[in-house]
């Protein structure tokens, strides 16, 4: 098979004989993906074909013919896509479209270059350096940043990624990236974005498994999917004021790591207690909503590889959404909607805050038992709930960010899904 090869989208059967009802068929040098008129889930079959597709050995694909609409082209894309290889589609149509799906396709591979790099080579201050590099490069005369480090976090009050972070010999950091286009230093900011950014998760004294700690290079995949979301959403002309605030650190064990039993105070007065030392998301997450909440944005979204319990939920497929706002949560749905990404909402309510008690502090960030009891990704939305106004309130449990193997649909690695979500939603706001 060619390096390069052309594919063409049909609803009439290319070939004929062996190949003629095949959802992928070969004819000479070129491949046609067939839709009959009865296919149910169009999105899905592209995105299956062009999974299959790769894995013939194709290095570059070229899209052709007047059938490819830009939300098949983008289906092709996210199939065709893997490590090395996420931005070798070139799209066909009008120039706008073209330019739109290179745009869209341009923010998605720097979120999934970013997420499946090793955990060595991506260090929490190397992550909040290249999100900076990222958002200055797309505007560098409206971009101002801040990165708060090791021991002056604890100085500050940054309870959550200093502790988090303290065990590892690469000390934790905040990064707090101000996109103000207004040229008013008084502007009001607009919305927060707030990523998880645990560079590598052994899960500290609650050790993983080495089965469980195979992936987790993944674990800063929130802040690859909110650093990326901005990206996209100032390419696309975003004009009012944006803050993005990563909490980075690595979840390691050592003689200086912090314990299970110890009790943490927030900036807001809120105590808690340590009872899992591997739902150090949570922990790190308080903080950066804190922080997004100095600001009284008009909306703050938090996005985070958070639970397995999101991914016991809804399979891995879709991005569990949490919020105590039902206005933002059906603004969330109906930009996911308009996107075409898989997001579904849970269960979140005020008392979810007392699902994790403790006889020492306000509360514990977890339960002490395995995967922290049912309902976990409700009870983690539930702990974060204490850290922010509920009113314009969006948390994004990435439960379908990362495959550690390939399936039909995906290669194995980083998705980005949520990019175009999040970015949809701070462009209206």
């Known amino acids: ?96 479209t073209v330019n739109l799906l290179t745009q869209k ?5 720097w979120a999934r270059d970013l997420t499946n790099q090793t955990p060595s ?16 490069s797309q505007a560098p005369e409206y971009v101002n940043t801040r990165i708060i480090s090791g021991e002056e976090l604890s100085q500050q009050g940054w309870v959550g ?43 500290g004294y609650s050790l993983k498994s080495s089965v469980g700690m195979f992936s987790m290079k993944c674990d800063m995949g929130g802040a690859a999917v909110v650093t990326s979301a901005l990206a996209y959403a100032i390419d696309k002309g975003l004009n009012k004021r944006v803050k993005l605030i990563l909490c980075c650190a690595e979840n390691m064990v050592s003689s200086h790591a912090y314990k299970l039993g110890d009790i943490l105070t927030y900036k807001n007065g809120v105590t808690c207690e340590v009872a899992n030392t591997d739902a150090e998301g949570r922990i790190v997450l308080a903080d950066g909503l804190l922080m997004a909440s100095e600001n009284n944005p008009s909306l703050i979204i938090d996005a985070a590889t958070l639970t397995g319990a999101a991914v016991m939920a809804t399979g891995g497929d879709y991005t569990a959404l949490f919020s105590l706002d039902t206005t933002a949560a059906e603004q969330a749905k109906s930009a996911a909607a308009q996107e075409n990404e898989p997001l579904w909402q849970l269960p979140l309510a005020k008392w979810h ?19 922290g009891g049912p309902g976990g990704a409700s009870n983690a939305a539930g702990f974060l709930s204490r850290f922010v106004d509920s009113k314009g309130w969006l948390h994004f449990d990435l439960a379908a960010a990362y495959n550690g193997s390939a399936n039909e649909l995906w290669a194995a690695g980083a998705t980005g899904l949520s990019i175009a979500t999040i970015a949809n939603l701070v462009l209206s706001q």
């Open 1 to 96: 098979m060619s390096l390069t090869t052309t594919i063409f989208l049909t609803t009439t059967k290319p070939s004929s004989l062996w190949q003629s009802d095949n959802l992928l068929q070969i004819v000479n040098d070129d491949i046609y993906i067939y839709l009959d008129e009865a296919t149910l889930a169009p999105l899905q079959k592209i995105q299956k074909a062009a999974r299959s597709i790769e894995k013939l050995g194709v290095q570059q694909a070229t899209l052709q013919g007047e059938a490819w609409t830009f939300e098949w082209q983008w289906a092709f894309a996210l199939g065709f896509s893997c490590v090395k290889k996420t931005a070798n589609v070139k799209f066909t149509g009008s120039t706008e």
């Open 161 to 203: 990624v200093y502790n988090v972070g303290k065990g590892s010999i690469n000390p934790p950091c905040i990064v707090e990236i101000d996109y103000n286009p207004t040229g008013d230093e008084q502007a009001k900011v607009s919305t927060c974005l707030v990523g998880k950014g645990i560079t590598f998760d052994s899960g």
């Open 353 to 371: 805050q007392d699902k994790c008690p403790s006889s020492f502090a306000e509360t514990a960030n977890s339960r002490p038992i395995p995967g």
């Open 121 to 136: 080579d991506l260090s929490p201050l190397l992550l909040a350096q290249q999100a900076q590099q990222y958002i200055t």
């Open 105 to 109: 396709m341009t923010a998605y591979a």
